[in-house]
């Protein structure tokens, strides 16, 4: 039986966060009412001009920067023709010739090491408006005409599903902490296609490539290139011979299905745009754009890892973007970024998601949270007692040390201290001791029980735990 490999390429499109749209003033959203956020230029109105927002040519240097792109630094725009609805100028202006950014790439991690995959080229474009079909009625809404958008067109150079998912990972966590895109998939600010082709291992030809459109997550692209793979190689097991198709993912039946066969080429009658002019970038437009963008994530990865935090926490913190950021404001002050990241991902963030709030509606300062990291780390509180108070710390203007007087929380540190109330305890409970001996597990969770019973719960459980443990062994 004959072994093939996959080919995959991926066009991505996502919607850059501009305040308004790419060629005219309307207000660049979401969610709006329908044609509420459209002027005569994205109607496309005869006679009507366009007018570049700078502020998409801005994001789009930061774009090309953070995907290691050559920069365009000449370019200018192009119209590309074909008649469709959701097209009323019947052109979409886009950029052909002159993409702004080419060859670069970004980098993933794979169950078999770091791969780099290749970015051919990088277009700044606007969108069409949006259909919505009513039985034998088409409705169209141009709140998305003219949204400006950056597609990034991959070279096909990977061959597995992880790969394509971990790139579209990367992409999507790039773009959004540089905050070009919101990158929401299920509001469109980010739409994925993929080509897939297979042929036999080592065949110096690709195979015949079909097309995946719009695919809603990028989960679901995982599916769909596993699927796509799939159907090819059945279909030349059986001895057919495969043909270009345009295909789509049904997330309902979990696979593709035809939507058309490419029989020729697209013939857009590119040329260029005559109602804007050519583009230069200068040095300082482009220095001043690259010097706004925030903290990559892989940079902040780097900063964890110096702060002694571990890869899983790492991970979890940049999924969430509010909490990386906050941790963020405490790069140079010396704080315990183990206790902080595990406070930020358990108790506080359980409170957060409860509540449905975020930290900046919390009384959580800057200088609380410094506090409340040191006290866990020096003992006078215990995890149990973070639990205990919290809501206290996040709802209440007061100090820590005045919430830890008000609910009589003292946790004595005092080492001297604890080994006298250990001591004690072990002279009282000798049967105890010898059930320790013996290998009895439940033997030291009794004694720590009379332990703290003894002290009131005043003295601080881990360095109890701790000391009572060497004790022991010195019986």
């Keep these: 039986m004959t072994k093939y490999e996959a080919t995959i390429g991926i066009e991505v499109h996502v919607e850059v966060k501009t305040k308004s749209k790419f060629f005219s003033s309307s207000e660049n959203g979401y969610?709006?009412?329908?044609?509420?956020?459209?002027?005569?230029?994205?109607?496309?109105?005869p006679g009507t001009l366009p007018t570049i927002n700078e502020e998409v040519i801005n994001q789009g240097i930061r774009a090309v920067h953070l995907t290691h792109c050559k920069l365009t630094k000449k370019m200018h725009f192009d119209r590309k023709n074909y008649f469709y609805p959701d097209n009323p100028k019947n052109y979409q202006i886009t950029q052909n010739r002159t993409p702004i950014g080419r060859e670069g790439y970004l980098e993933i991690k794979t169950s078999l090491g770091l791969k780099k995959i290749e970015i051919e080229e990088m277009h700044l474009e606007e969108d069409t408006c949006k259909s919505a079909h009513r039985g034998t009625v088409s409705l169209l809404d141009f709140n998305r005409a003219g949204v400006p958008l950056i597609e990034i067109v991959s070279k096909p150079c990977m061959h597995t599903k992880e790969e394509a998912v971990l790139y579209l990972e990367k992409l999507r966590e790039t773009f959004f902490y540089g905050e070009i895109s919101d990158c929401?998939?299920?509001?469109?600010?980010?739409?994925?296609?993929a080509n897939v082709s297979i042929a036999p291992?080592?065949?110096?030809?690709?195979?015949?490539?079909?097309?995946?459109?719009n695919i809603g997550s990028i989960h679901n692209v995982g599916i769909a290139i596993e699927k796509e793979i799939e159907r090819q190689t059945t279909l030349l097991e059986k001895g057919e011979t495969l043909k270009e198709e345009t295909r789509r993912f049904d997330d309902k039946i979990g696979d593709t299905i035809l939507m058309r066969m490419k029989e020729t080429g697209n013939d857009y009658r590119y040329f260029p745009e005559p109602d804007i002019p050519m583009i230069t970038l200068s040095q300082e437009q482009i220095t001043k754009a690259i010097s706004l963008l925030p903290m990559t994530p892989d940079e902040r990865r780097r900063q964890y890892q110096e702060k002694g935090m571990k890869e899983l926490s790492i991970e979890k913190i940049l999924a969430n973007k509010a909490l990386s950021d906050y941790l963020n404001r405490f790069l140079s002050t010396p704080l315990n970024f183990v206790i902080a990241a595990n406070l930020l991902l358990g108790d506080i963030s359980s409170y957060l998601n409860k509540n449905f709030l975020s930290l900046e509606k919390t009384k959580l300062t800057d200088e609380k949270f410094l506090d409340l990291v040191k006290k866990l780390e020096v003992g006078e509180l215990s995890n149990k007692n973070v639990k205990d108070i919290l809501e206290e710390i996040l709802e209440k203007d007061s100090s820590i040390e005045t919430i830890m007087k008000e609910n009589h929380i003292q946790n004595i540190t005092d080492v001297s201290f604890v080994e006298e109330v250990i001591q004690k305890v072990l002279d009282q409970n000798q049967e105890s001791v010898k059930d320790y001996h013996q290998g009895k597990d439940r033997a030291l969770k009794y004694l720590m029980g009379q332990v703290m019973k003894e002290a009131k719960g005043t003295i601080n459980p881990k360095i109890a735990n701790e000391k009572l443990k060497e004790m022991l062994q010195n019986q």
Excluded: F, Q
């Design 31 to 45: 969610g709006k009412n329908a044609n509420a956020s459209c002027t005569v230029v994205d109607l496309g109105y």
């Design 184 to 193: 929401k998939i299920e509001e469109g600010s980010m739409r994925c296609d």
């Design 201 to 213: 291992i080592g065949s110096k030809t690709l195979g015949t490539k079909c097309e995946i459109k």
